[in-house]
């Protein structure tokens, strides 16, 4: 198993930007692709990004692709959302999720339910 905590949620401006981080808790990082999910009361959660092991596959989507860019350290356990151009529509409840995968996987996943492991979420408001 493995336990994410998200951290780096809170208020900006529109056009601001913020940064997210998530510790990972493993002894087996390197197993997992990783990825940004983000709810807001009464939608469906979607998906911001993800990237795999290495960090030489990564996917964003299209609403946030040239703002947003996720990242990994493995050294040090931690995936990375920095987030620039932020707008309110980006207010949201934000998720680190964990795909385990086998060794050296380029393969990663935009969808909610590949995912194994989910963070508490931290909390991005943008105010107009």
């Known amino acids: 198993q493995v336990q994410l905590v998200e951290s780096g949620g809170g208020l900006v401006q529109a056009g601001g930007s913020l940064r997210l981080s998530c510790a990972a808790s493993?002894?087996?990082?390197?197993?997992?692709?990783m990825a940004w999910f983000r709810q807001t009361p009464g939608k469906e959660r979607e998906f911001v990004a993800a990237?795999?092991?290495?960090?030489?596959?990564?996917s964003h989507a299209g609403s946030v692709k040239g703002r947003f860019t996720i990242s990994r350290d493995n050294a040090k356990n931690m995936v990375y959302l920095s987030m620039n151009s932020l707008k309110p529509e980006d207010t949201a409840a934000y998720y680190c999720a964990a795909d385990q995968q086998g060794p050296f996987a380029t393969m990663i996943s935009t969808a909610l339910g590949e995912y194994d492991y989910w963070g508490q979420g931290t909390q991005v408001t943008v105010s107009s």
């Open positions: 493993t002894r087996t990082f390197m197993q997992y692709a």
């Open positions: 990237i795999n092991w290495n960090g030489g596959r990564s």
